[in-house]
T-cell receptor, first 107, second 117 residues
Framework: GQQVMQIPQYQHVQEGEDFTTYCNSS?????IQWYKQRPGGHPVFLIQ?????EVKKQKRLTFQFGEAKKNSSLHITATQTTDVGTYFC???????FGTGTSLTVIP | GAVVSQHPSRVICKSGTSVKIECRSL??????MFWYRQFPKKSLMLMAT?????????EQGVEKDKFLINHASLTLSTLTVTSAHPEDSSFYIC?????????????FGPGTRLTVT
């Protein structure tokens, strides 16, 4: 399947700190989705990005799609313990999951 | 929101037997369902894409004769692991995509933990 890499693989932050995960594809993507999987749970849809350079915000979460549509990022401002989980980018058409970034928030 | 169920949630079987996992969309019709496999602390690996009324499309390296997929209705897809072996032990998770215009997000089931002894 398609290679979609995410960095970092793991991230530990103090509550209140910011967090960013980056997603890189080897090919140009038609669109990209982001999902969150809580420990022991199943992935839950967060957002879809379609346009080159698109930026979308959901409260403390900011999602960005690169100009070349090969990369994307998710930034969380002022993390909370409820943000704990693994964040995956997913290619929108083929639904290949990225490698994921596991976020731990230390209270 | 849309709900997808999976049954069973856990199953233990002996090596050489077959196991069937059901994936149901409870409150919407799903023309497309996806089957994934997830190893501990790893990402989800797409196994196959299942379209209602047609043969599933398997990803490279996934044996279609070992992982039989049937999507007989708009609300049900099944995955049968045939002649299971210990290396098939894993977390299997399905997802469904709705049929309405602009339906692009996947709704995931809670997953099935398969242990082959």
């Amino acid at each position: 399947g398609q290679q979609v890499m995410q960095i970092p693989q793991y991230q530990h932050v103090q509550e209140g700190e910011d967090f960013t995960t980056y997603c890189n594809s080897s090919t140009t993507l038609s669109n990209i989705q982001w999902y969150k999987q809580r420990p022991g749970g199943h992935p839950v849809f967060l957002i879809q990005l379609v346009k080159s350079g698109e930026v979308k915000k959901q409260k403390r979460l900011t999602f960005q799609f690169g100009e070349a549509k090969k990369n994307s990022s998710l930034h969380i401002t002022a993390t909370q313990t409820t943000d704990v989980g693994t964040y995956f980018c997913v290619t929108g058409n083929q639904f290949y999951f990225g490698t994921g970034t596991s976020l731990t928030v230390i209270p | 929101g849309a709900v997808v169920s999976q049954h069973p949630s856990r199953v233990i079987c002996k090596s050489g037997t077959s196991v069937k996992i059901e994936c149901r969309s409870l409150d919407f019709q799903a023309t497309t369902m996806f089957w994934y496999r997830q190893f501990p602390k790893k990402s989800l690996m797409l196994m196959a894409t299942s379209n209602e009324g047609s043969k599933a499309t398997y990803e490279q390296g996934v044996e279609k004769d070992k992982f039989l997929i049937n999507h007989a209705s708009l609300t049900l897809s099944t995955l049968t692991v045939t002649s299971a072996h210990p290396e098939d032990s894993s977390f299997y998770i399905c997802s469904a995509r709705g049929t309405g215009p602009g339906s692009y997000e996947q709704y995931f089931g809670p997953g099935t933990r398969l242990t082959v002894t």
